[in-house]
């Protein structure tokens, strides 16, 4: 009898210690996880490049994972007061972003999937922009990320400009 009451209390301890450490291990673990979407960049742009990657940096997601408003906008301005030839602009699907209709800002869409956008000026001018905005479809709202290419003459710019994305 006495042998049944001591493994009963060190059962009971032991699942008081189980139910312990899996709580501590439950609220560590929310804790961790992240609180919505963010965009951010890590833009790899050459010395010496005369231009800087814009990019929607907040929006808000509604029902099927579709960007709410216009969509996203991405683009490139032109920090100089030179003006480039043959300007090409693109943003490919890395992971988890599907485009949906595209309207070019300062010039004209050439190519557009639904992995792929890319715009077009024969002529960007000094301080103007070029960019397109993109209904967006977000496949995994945690995770998804494009990168970004450009194309011209009359610069040093590597044609790979970086990523953005969660």
């Not at 005369?50 to 709410?68: H, L, M």
Request: some cysteine; proline content about 2%.
């Amino acid at each position: 009898m006495n042998r049944t009451r001591m493994t009963t209390a060190i059962l009971a301890t032991a699942g008081a210690l189980t139910a312990t450490q899996l709580g501590l291990a439950g609220s560590a673990s929310a804790a961790d996880a992240p609180k919505a979407p963010k965009a951010s960049a890590a833009s790899a742009q050459s010395s010496g490049c005369p231009i800087d990657i814009v990019y929607t940096s907040r929006f808000r997601i509604g029902s099927g994972g579709w960007v709410t408003g216009d969509g996203l906008y991405f683009g490139l301005k032109n920090k100089s007061t030179k003006t480039f030839k043959k300007v090409t602009f693109t943003v490919s699907n890395v992971k988890n972003v599907r485009f949906g209709t595209a309207k070019a800002k300062g010039g004209k869409v050439t190519h557009k999937t639904s992995k792929t956008v890319s715009v077009y000026d024969k002529s960007l001018a000094g301080k103007a922009s070029l960019g397109v905005r993109v209904e967006s479809r977000l496949l995994n709202t945690r995770s998804y990320k494009v990168k970004f290419k450009v194309h011209g003459t009359g610069w040093n710019c590597a044609v790979n400009q970086g990523t953005w994305g969660a």
